[in-house]
């Protein structure tokens, strides 16, 4: 006879719970998909993976009580692509601005008649 895990928890226990910083990694990293091509989504996507670190200690150590693993990926990987958005906003800048200045004529422009 097999017993269901219901059955071998304390009265007394906690009922599992969602994770209020899974809820909160996955807003921020949402908000980094939104704004990463603007360069300003690097930090919530900095703040949504430090949280996502944490969250996960605190899931580890609640013995399973901490649900929420499914939303914590999510908003990671969010965080993760805004900051990959980021970056090549930043690599795209950098080449028009070189292409930009590298069109430009070298050297001072003078008058026809100063030697």
Partial sequence: MTTSPAALRHPLDP?????????T???????????GPF??????????IALAGQ???????????????AWLRRGEKLAWVG??????SLVVAVVIGVVDFAGQPAGHDFAPGID
Avoid: D, N, Q, W
């Fill in 83 to 88: 900051v990959a958005l980021a970056a090549t």
């Fill in 15 to 23: 009922e599992p719970v969602r994770s209020t910083k899974a809820g």
């Fill in 55 to 69: 969250a996960r200690r605190e899931a580890f150590r609640s013995g399973g009580y901490l649900t929420g693993s």
């Fill in 39 to 48: 360069v300003g989504g690097l930090v919530p996507a900095t703040i949504a």
């Fill in 25 to 35: 990694v996955f807003a921020l990293g949402l908000v980094a998909l939104v704004t």
